[in-house]
């Protein structure tokens, strides 16, 4: 146990689909994943992450299949492994229905999406949840979600990133710099509810990108939504030292995190903004118990249902490469694709000296996936996480699961109050938005050092709609002049 009182995230990491991280275990008796489809599979998951205090519901996505082992989707198929999947916007608002606090972080895709509509869909989730929405921001990194939207193959890596640039730029035009502070008078008496003159377009024309018009939502509770970003490549995380607000990387211990996460703090500060602007998320998996025996028990109870062909797909897809046609002994080594490269990287960089093979993660990752997995009882499970926390540098645990809802019952049941009484998470909800609870920003809105605050107000003062409004030939009179009818009675 150690003396920091840091406040350790929590976020439920999760998919609308089948198999999430753990190939196979859909198949124990009580797991409830095939129930993704209920909508109720879902309120149920987001009151019993209220009752953790957890901070967030972090639902991950891809818009492909996982088609790369063996050649085929086939064993992706056979396993669920992150297929059949749903769109990951459609049970949020339902959630949000049934929680008050709860944050909701959601992946989309900008590669497949235009932004004019795309902000208007985050814009809708942050009317709805009262300003609880994060955006996952993803490049893709699926051939198959490519090809089957009309692409000849996957766009590379560092040109997602270049359209990325671009594509934030326009979000933060229309969210931030769109409508005035004001715009919405909703004036019955005068019969307007938008003020046109503090509409503006944001004409936007750029190497990727044309929107001219403004946005089509009123501004919502946080206008941008928290921004989180899951790329840890060196183009990646310049990217996100300079948008995310949280980052989610992907290490295998704490000795390997923290050259990572002392390097993400000190582009945040190059890009002038403060070191602690950005939450650093890592991937985790938890099997816990009353005690390390009862949790050994359990966790070698669900490896039992683990599927290694399963686990063979997801990792194809995770790194671009048919594990089939590697020697299953061989020492993996990081190479560079168009696909996910931080997994591979992850685990050729292994600060404890671990060989990782393709056996080797079968064995270790059949569970945990792209993340380690840690099996204990409460004092064994918190002493890790604060392992992490306070030599690793990470802010918070992208919590994923072997069983659901198991796994995360398991995890409120046993280890939150291990750890609440050592007091690193919280005990109940701050007010505010997400980005107030989660960043501890004053206002709903993003840092003043955030790229997006420079386009708040940005267009106020320069051409708005009414500005290209055409000269009135309506003869009023045509309505029996401009007398305002007697309110109806109600009977």
């Excluded at 995770?318 to 993996?332: H, K, Q, R, S, V």
């Excluded at 059949?366 to 204990?376: F, H, N, S, T």
Aim: aromatic residues 10%.
């Amino acid at each position: 146990m150690t003396t920091s009182s840091k406040r350790i995230i929590l976020n439920a990491f999760d998919m609308t689909c089948v198999s999430h991280q753990a190939a196979g275990t859909w198949r124990h008796p009580s797991s409830q994943a095939m129930r993704y489809n209920d909508i109720e599979y879902w309120t149920n998951m987001a009151i019993e992450l209220e009752r953790g205090c957890f901070d967030t519901l972090f639902i991950a996505d891809v818009a492909g299949v996982y088609d790369v082992y063996r050649g085929s989707a086939e064993w992706a198929l056979r396993d669920a492994a992150q297929v059949p999947v749903n769109d990951p916007f459609g049970a949020i608002s339902a959630m949000a229905a049934v929680t008050r606090n709860l944050g909701f972080g959601v992946t989309a895709a900008l590669t497949f999406e235009p932004p004019y509509l795309l902000a208007r869909r985050l814009s809708t989730l942050d009317h709805l949840t009262k300003g609880r929405v994060a955006w996952n921001v993803v490049s893709s990194y699926l051939n198959s979600a490519s090809v089957n939207i009309g692409m000849d193959k996957q766009i590379p890596h560092d040109e997602r990133y270049n359209m990325a640039e671009e594509y934030m730029e326009v979000m933060y035009k229309l969210w931030e710099g769109s409508w005035e502070e004001g715009a919405v008078l909703r004036d019955r008496e005068a019969g307007i509810f938008t003020d046109p003159t503090k509409v503006h377009p944001i004409k936007h024309k750029g190497k990727y990108y044309s929107v001219p018009g403004f946005h089509l939502c009123e501004p919502s509770p946080q206008r941008t939504p928290v921004i989180f970003q899951a790329g840890a490549s060196s183009r990646g995380r310049a990217f996100a030292t300079k948008h995310a607000e949280g980052m989610f990387v992907l290490t295998t211990d704490p000795a390997a995190a923290k050259p990572l996460t002392d390097d993400i703090r000190r582009q945040a500060v190059e890009a002038g903004r403060s070191p602690d602007s950005i939450k650093i998320f890592t991937l985790l998996t938890v099997i816990t118990g009353a005690t390390d025996e009862a949790a050994q028990r359990k966790y070698e109870e669900y490896l039992a249902y683990s599927q290694p062909e399963g686990m063979m797909a997801l990792c194809g897809g995770w790194t671009g490469i048919d594990f089939n046609e590697l020697d299953p002994d061989a020492p993996l080594e990081a190479v560079e694709n168009d696909s996910l490269r931080t997994m591979l990287e992850s685990l050729a960089n292994s600060q404890d000296g671990k060989v990782w093979t393709v056996r080797e993660i079968i064995k270790s990752r059949a569970i945990g996936g792209l993340g380690p997995i840690v099996v204990g009882g409460p004092e064994t499970v918190a002493d890790i996480m604060e392992k992490w926390v306070d030599e690793g540098g990470i802010d918070g645990f992208n919590l994923a699961y072997a069983v659901t809802p198991g796994t995360t019952t398991d995890f409120i049941d046993y280890v939150v109050p291990e750890l609440r009484k050592r007091g690193r998470v919280q005990t109940s909800y701050k007010p505010g938005t997400f980005r107030e609870k989660l960043i501890g920003t004053p206002t709903p809105y993003t840092e003043p050092s955030h790229p997006a605050s420079s386009y708040r107000g940005a267009y106020a003062g320069k051409e708005s709609v009414a500005d290209a409004t055409k000269p009135s030939t309506f003869d009023q009179g045509l309505l029996g002049g401009s007398k305002k009818p007697e309110p109806s009675m109600s009977s």
